[in-house]
């Protein structure tokens, strides 16, 4: 009976040992796996935080031209500052918004593992005008490397998208567009001359 309870308890620790056996590389692997997704959300979280700061930089540049330079410059006048400067865009402005991103882009890293680069390039980078106010708009296309999945025949490349739009409304400027419509009205008397032609229509 001693020998029965002995063996019993042998093959107990035995029993623990095999499910240890099992269940610790299995534990492990999902731990990996989980820190790894993370990375991965990681770095589409810089992704998103890059293409923010292009939009708010795009529309910083585009109402404020002087933003964009380095310095003071001396010479003015290949800077466009002059009012009404927003009815045609400024590829200007955009142009140095991209290149503004694609630095940002480059400097991403890898995160916590290494191979993990984001591959990508700036799909828009534009000045959306709509008369009445303006926004920035950031559009990037961009992949990340899954160096893992070729363990598992699968695909290794997550390819994502991000895009944003911010307000590039120039306040004093649009006022100025305002009080010149109203001036203009008040000078050829248009408020009444619309209020005479909607009155002959409707008979008052």
Known sequence: MIFSKKKIKDETGAVMV?????????????????????NMLYQQSKMDAIAMRGAEYLAAIYTSPLLAEEQIPTNSENINIKPYRYLFGDSQAESKAKDYIEKLMKSTGTGLFSGMEMNGYVKTCKINNYVVYQTAAVEIEYSINLIPMKLFDLPTLYSCSNSTATA????????????????????????????STVGAFTGN
């Open 18 to 38: 095999v499910e240890a056996v099992f269940v610790f590389p299995i534990v492990i692997f999902v731990v990996i796996v989980l820190i790894y997704l993370g």
């Open 168 to 195: 590039a409304t120039d306040s004093a400027e649009f006022i100025r567009n305002i009080d010149m419509i109203i001036d203009y009205s008040k000078k050829y008397d248009i408020p009444e001359k619309i209020k």
